[in-house]
């Protein structure tokens, strides 16, 4: 198989959010998979309701999930290529003009339900003559065009619903342009696939018939070529069913990074949810690409719980290695010999990445140490052993303890970890201790 090349779709009419991040993870998990391209195109046809500052912000949060684009387009940019492709279908009688206003076709569509017929376009505007259209156009309409579909039963293999076929008598020929001139989404899209050599659509459910369509018009413009493979994923809904789009702004990848969340943890969520594979933490996305197929996708729809990621976030930091966090770390000054031992000592206790910085604290800087059982400490900090610590010093120092106290469990314990670390709870206090060291917990234990 050559190499596959995928694409994202985004309208740049808005932030990224957890539901249309899933096809733009499935594309590029695909891409990463099968060693192939993915492309990133702004649909931004629409110039009223697309932006840059969305593009941009699109951007940025694809790249905080760690999707890497090998090409970026912009719809806007490429109209001539659309023209050229509407006059060719136009020369060939495919795509004609039509002059009804919104009012006429529902009424007609209002008859036709009466009559118990398809609400099916009924090619009208075929059957008008050059005097009727100038006659039209005199009294300032202008047309819409659409595409005649070819008739019969449109087939594809679809890589998560199987097979699937829609008889194309179901369909009205679809509107490819406004009377204003401006384009719909469906005829730039196809000439686009074609121009860059998309070979697999990958995009949610809703756009499945859409798929009838845009074969039909891979064919016409396309003829010596196969159509794209497509394959569409269920979509991502609320943990009562309902669209996430409603909520978009508190799921927007945005906001989800300044809560804190892990990018691996929204985009192991955004992935395995509706799947055959539990929702578990990843360590890359190259990793995921490995283990995950398409076919894995369940064909009802994905119920996401937003508490999945909280909890995600916290399993995902605790099975990162030093090395995949060292830049984060660096970041925060986190840096020196003691940086990798203090990653692996805590990382299982973090809610968010930034907690390091207060575990950070604890053995680098000043903490305010809570005193309980000052008989305890004072005994503690009488056997405080000599440097150089190491993971079997804590255990040592609290056995003679225990021996020398009477105390034993939390009485023991829980003075010890609030003099040393100024938290009820936290990492093992035998990774702790070493980094800690020798002259601050000396001083910790003694009240300073
Ligand atoms: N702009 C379209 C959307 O966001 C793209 C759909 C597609 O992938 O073809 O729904």
Known sequence: ??????????????????????????????????NGRFVLRFDDTDLARSSEEFAQAIEVDLSWLGVAPHLTLRQSRRVALYDAAAGALRDSGQLYPCYETPDELEKRRKLQQARGLPPVYDRAALRLTADERARLEAEGRRPHWRFRLEPGVVAWRDLVRGDCAIDCASLSDPVLLREDG??????????????????????GEDHVTNTAVQIRLFEALAPAHRPPVFAHHNLLVGSSGEA????????????????????????????LTGSS???????????????????????NAARFDPADLGSL???????????????????????????????????????????VLEWWRVVEGEIAPVREDADLLAAALA?????????????????????????KGKALFHPLRLALTGAENGPELSLLLPLIGHARAAARLAGG
Do not use: C
């Open 1 to 34: 198989m050559t190499s596959p090349i995928v694409r994202f779709a985004p309208s740049p009419t808005g932030r990224l959010h957890i539901g249309n991040a899933r096809p733009a993870l499935l594309n590029y998990l695909y891409a990463l998979a099968h």
């Open 182 to 203: 401006s384009y719909l989404y469906t005829l730039p899209s196809v000439v686009d696939d074609i121009d860059v050599g998309i070979t697999h659509v990958i995009r």
């Open 244 to 271: 996430l789009s409603k909520r978009s702004g508190a799921l927007s990848i945005g906001s989800l990074r300044e809560e804190g969340y892990e990018a691996l943890a929204v985009a192991a969520v955004a992935v």
């Open 277 to 299: 594979d539990s929702v578990h933490p990843i360590r890359s996305l190259a990793e995921l690409a490995k283990e995950f197929d398409l076919a894995h996708l369940s064909r």
């Open 313 to 355: 976030t916290h399993r995902t930091l605790a099975r990162l290695d030093y090395d995949d966090v060292r830049e984060r770390l660096e970041a925060h000054e986190i840096v020196g010999f003691k940086a990798e031992p203090f990653w692996l000592a805590v990382r299982g206790n973090l809610t968010r990445f930034a907690d």
């Open 383 to 407: 056997s405080l052993p000599q440097e150089p610590f190491d993971e079997t010093t804590w255990g040592a120092w609290t056995a003679a303890l225990k021996a020398t106290t009477g105390r």
